[in-house]
């Protein structure tokens, strides 16, 4: 019984922490643009993720209040490929060309102690 029962409080803890890393989807508007704000809590990250075709171009840009390690990554098989990778910015831009048809992520980790606050936008 009392291993069910740290088990179960293992699980919860578990949760609530996966809880915590925000992935979205890119979702474009009429005029191409996504754009949202988003909170980073401390040790967590924020991912957005969405499907490329090869020769897409996708401007990219964020601002952040505090520092954050930045990546643009893709999978191949098991994996992770690199367009980009910056550690400890408050902000970025660039434009992504998707040499390959798949899923892109751009993905934002807080490795500080306090949440970060932070805007993001991406245009095709």
């Not at 989807?25 to 704000?37: L, P």
């Not at 910015?89 to 992504?96: A, D, K, P, R, W």
Request: glycine share 8%; charged share 20%.
């Amino acid at each position: 019984m009392r291993r069910t029962i740290h088990l179960a409080a293992f699980s919860l803890a578990a949760l609530s922490l996966s809880a915590q890393a925000e992935v979205l989807e890119i979702q474009w508007d009429s005029k191409g643009r996504f754009e949202k704000a988003v909170s980073v809590p401390p040790g967590k990250f924020a991912e957005l993720c969405g499907k490329l075709a090869k020769g897409d171009k996708v401007g990219w840009s964020f601002k952040s209040e505090g520092p954050v390690n930045f990546n643009i990554h893709h999978h191949e098989g098991e994996n992770v490929a690199y367009s980009t990778k910056q550690t400890a910015v408050n902000s970025g831009e660039g434009t992504l060309d998707a040499n390959s048809a798949q899923e892109y992520c751009w993905m934002w980790s807080n490795k500080g102690s306090a949440e970060i606050s932070m805007t993001l936008g991406l245009r095709r």
